[in-house]
């Protein structure tokens, strides 16, 4: 058998290679999912048939997240005025920028050249 590295570079630099990786990768998850049923009949002991079901359930979701992973939904509600509120943004940037104007004080002086040459 090869090794971890050896199939990881193997997996990078060959396509066909690739492709029954990816087929086997299901083809253990099936396999996964299909004992489930297989170790909660004769499994004699409820919470290591728990222990063991758990742990293939979360081993098929990672191989085969598109059928066996968590559904993840995101859903938006309502409605959002984006004009609006960037006219509000740019009215509070705008008092800002005056507020600071206003408030800086003028300092003006004379500049006097203090070399000694």
């Given amino acids: 058998m090869p090794s971890r590295p050896t199939v990881f570079k193997w997996l990078r630099e060959h396509e066909p290679f ?24 004769t499994e004699k002991d409820a919470h290591v048939a728990r222990n063991r079901i ?16 968590d559904v993840v939904k995101h859903e938006h ?7 609006g509120r ?8 705008a008092s800002v920028q005056q507020q600071r104007a206003i408030a800086a004080p003028v300092i003006e002086a004379e500049v006097l050249d203090v070399r000694e040459e």
């Avoid at 509600?77 to 004009?83: D, I, M, Q, W």
């Avoid at 960037?86 to 940037?93: E, F, I, N, S, Y």
Wanted: hydrophobic content about 45%.
């Fill in 54 to 69: 758990h742990a293939r359930m979360w081993h098929a979701a990672k191989l085969l997240p598109s059928k066996y992973g």
């Fill in 18 to 41: 690739l492709y029954r990786y990816r087929v086997a990768r299901e083809e253990q998850a099936e396999s996964l999912v299909d004992e489930l049923i297989h170790i909660a009949d």
């Fill in 86 to 93: 960037l006219a509000a943004a740019r009215d509070r940037v």
């Fill in 77 to 83: 509600s309502g409605t959002v005025n984006l004009v």
